[in-house]
């Protein structure tokens, strides 16, 4: 095999249709462009989804969903990383703070604390918001849960 005799595969290349080349050619005059409108013109651009005229597809279709504009998000944080915080860092009180030092949750972010996991420390939680789940397991192991109201 040397590179002057490398071709394409068979089908793989097509010769262009040569058009406006005079009416000998079968392809002249409007230059299978049709008669008259803005396709036929030179320069022609169209809209991204225009369909000639017709309602387009993202008109008629209908919108799903809805995004509330009150609702509240919270930075899920479970039991067992209250464990793993008052473990690693000697904690009996765990506020805020100590969920953005550990790198848990960014400062201005509102907390929930889960229920997932399981805790032995007795220690203090201040969060904005707990699951029933969650202060039945902090005041099970002897520990308090206080909303933070703001």
Do not use: W
């Not at 249709?17 to 008259?36: H, I």
């Not at 473990?87 to 929930?112: C, N, P, R, Y």
């Amino acid at each position: 095999m040397k590179l002057e005799n490398l071709k394409p595969a068979a089908g793989a290349t097509k010769t262009s249709k040569r058009v406006g080349r005079g009416e000998g050619s079968g392809k002249g005059g409007t230059a299978t462009r049709g008669t008259k409108g803005a396709q036929a013109r030179a320069g022609y651009e169209h809209k991204i989804g225009f369909e000639g005229g017709q309602m387009p597809i993202q008109r008629r279709l209908p919108k799903f969903g809805f995004k509330n504009p009150t609702r509240v998000e919270y930075k899920p944080v479970n039991v067992s990383t209250l464990q793993a915080i008052s473990e690693k860092f000697g904690k009996t009180e765990i506020s805020l703070e100590d969920f953005i030092s550990a790198g848990i949750t960014k400062a201005g972010e509102l907390v929930k604390v889960l229920g997932d996991g399981e805790i032995a420390a007795a220690v203090t939680v201040s969060a904005h918001a707990f699951s029933a789940s969650a202060i039945s397991k902090i005041e099970a192991a002897g520990g308090k849960a206080a909303v933070i109201e703001e």
